[in-house]
C-alpha cells in the first residue's frame, strides 16, 4: 500500500502536471470504485483543479467551489500519466481522469478492488475521512510522545495505527524500527525516554530520507513503479538477506495478511520473534485485515 512518502511522491510528481487544469470529466470504468453520491461526477467535471495534498494515505484533488476528489489507493492502486483521451485498459483499469494536457489512469492490479473513489462538497465532508492521526513530520518529541502512548500498543501497531499517526504503514514501520533498533513488539506504554526520542528521530529521518530519495529517483518523471519493496530497505521485504548494519539474517513474524521484518541483533537482542507467540501477543491489538486497520477513526 503506498505509504506518506510514495504519496508525496506522486503528489510531487501530479502538481506541475494538474495544477490550475480545468478536470474534463472522470471515465469510470468500474461501478464498485465510487463511493460517493452527492456531489455527483457531472459537477466534478469542468472544475479547475486548485491543489493537490495528502490526507494519511490518501490523495486529495482540491477543486474549484470547494469540492474535492479523495483517492484511496489501498493496496494494488496505482496511477498511470498517459496522453489526453487515452483508452482505460481492459484489465486492471478503473477510472480516468481526463485534462486537456493529459489523462491520469487509475489502475488496480489484484481481483479484490478495493481501492475507493470519493467526491466530497465543502471541508467538513472532507474532515471526515481524516482517521485523525497527527503527522509524524509535523511534531515535536512531547506531541509524538503523547500520540503513541495515548493507547497501549505494540509499537509496531503504534505506528501503523492511523488514528496515531497519519500516512505509515506496514513497509516504513519496518524501516522506522530498525533505524531505531526497537523490537516491533514492545508496549508503547513501556518505552523509556530514551527509546521515545530514538524512535522519533528514527521516524523523521527515515522518512524524510525517502521522501527525498524517491522524488531524486523519480526526476521530474511520473512515478511508474511505486511498490512498498525497495532494494534500499534495510529490512522491509529483506527476510533472509544480511542486515546491512550487522550483517546478521533478516527475520520476519507473520499475522493475519501482514509480515514484519526485522533484525534479531540490532533490535530484539539476538531472540527471534516466533508467529504463534506474536499471534497469542496481538490477538486483541492488531486488525486482521488491512480494510479493518484502514477504516479505524480517532474516538
Known sequence: MPELPDIELYLHALRPRVVGEVLRGVRLASPFLLRSVDPPVEE???KRVTDVRRLGKRIVFVLEEDLFIVLHLMIAGRLRWKAASTKIPGKLGLAAFDFDVGTLLLT????KKRA???FC?????????DPGGVEPLEIDL????????????????GLTDPR??????NAYSDE???????????????????????LHDATREVLREWIALLQEQNADGFPEKVTA?????????????????????????????????????CQTGGKLLADRSLSRLLKGDWPRSLEELESLKRN
Open 164 to 169: 496515531i499517526f497519519s500516512g505509515i504503514g
Open 108 to 111: 488496480e492490479a489484484s481481483k
Open 121 to 129: 462538497r465543502g471541508e467538513a465532508a472532507l474532515r471526515a475521512h
Open 116 to 118: 475507493a473513489l470519493y
Open 229 to 265: 519493496f525497495r532494494p534500499e530497505m534495510a529490512a522491509h521485504g529483506k527476510y533472509g538477506e544480511p542486515c546491512p548494519i550487522c550483517g546478521d539474517p533478516i527475520q520476519r513474524i507473520v499475522f493475519a495478511d501482514r509480515e514484519t521484518n526485522y533484525c534479531a541483533t
Open 44 to 46: 466534478i467535471a469542468g
Open 142 to 157: 512531547g506531541a509524538f510522545r503523547d500520540a503513541l502512548t495515548e493507547r497501549n500498543h505494540t509499537v509496531k501497531r
Open 176 to 198: 522506522i524500527l530498525h533505524r531505531a533498533k526497537l523490537s516491533p513488539l514492545i508496549w508503547t506504554q513501556r518505552l523509556s525516554e530514551e527509546q521515545l526520542e530514538q
